[in-house]
């Protein structure tokens, strides 16, 4: 879900040659997503990538939207066992810490084909089909739990609440930075995500 979301994953197992194919069209898709957006992202293109024709679409998944369901599940996961990665490497009570600073890093900015889902694309989810917004909402409540979960209040009342705070300033903040064309007004907004969240958290 950050900086180090290019860092390589431990390769999904595919029973046979089909599943093996799925696997690779949810991958491309699950790039093509946050690259291009829901609306960007076309089953031609998706196939054409993954090195199959647009025929053999139908053999793995019913709709389109079912495509783009597995792609936004698959994509949240990533971005979660990523967020868990990182949280659980820091030191004790430093795993808030190197979660918002891995997320709101010049990385993470930059890479938006490997980065958080919801950042790349939270102004689409309100139109998109129930799966995919369902898919979307359970990773996003994940990782509200896996933040509350490093705060020193974990267990009393308002840690959730402070979670809910951490990532939406989180996303808002790679999100304006991503938005405008200005490098050292992005790079602002980084800073200043980073600021409030160190602060909120002292």
Do not use: N
Request: proline letters at 6%; one cysteine or more; aromatic letters at 4%.
């Amino acid at each position: 879900m950050m900086t180090v979301m290019q860092t390589p994953k431990p390769p999904r197992r595919a029973s046979g040659r089909k599943e093996a194919t799925h696997e690779r069209i949810v991958e491309v898709a699950s790039r093509a997503i946050r690259r291009s957006g829901y609306a960007g992202t076309g089953v031609a293109d998706i196939m054409k990538e993954a090195g199959l024709t647009h025929g053999g679409f139908y053999a793995h998944f019913d709709s389109r939207d079912a495509l783009l369901a597995e792609a936004a599940d698959r994509a949240g996961a990533d971005a979660v066992a990523l967020s868990a990665r990182i949280a659980a490497a820091a030191p004790p009570g430093q795993g808030i810490r190197a979660l918002v600073e891995a997320y709101l890093s010049p990385q993470h900015l930059e890479a938006i084909e490997q980065g958080c889902p919801v950042a790349a694309l939270c102004s689409e989810m309100p139109r998109q089909a129930p799966e995919v917004r369902h898919a979307a909402t359970r990773h996003i409540k994940e990782m509200v739990d896996l933040i509350a979960r490093q705060s020193p209040a974990w267990g009393q009342p308002g840690a959730h609440e402070q979670a809910l705070m951490a990532l939406a300033t989180m996303i808002g903040s790679l999100t304006l930075a991503r938005a405008v064309d200005d490098p050292l007004l992005a790079a602002s907004f980084l800073q200043i995500g980073k600021q409030t969240l160190t602060l909120a958290g002292e």
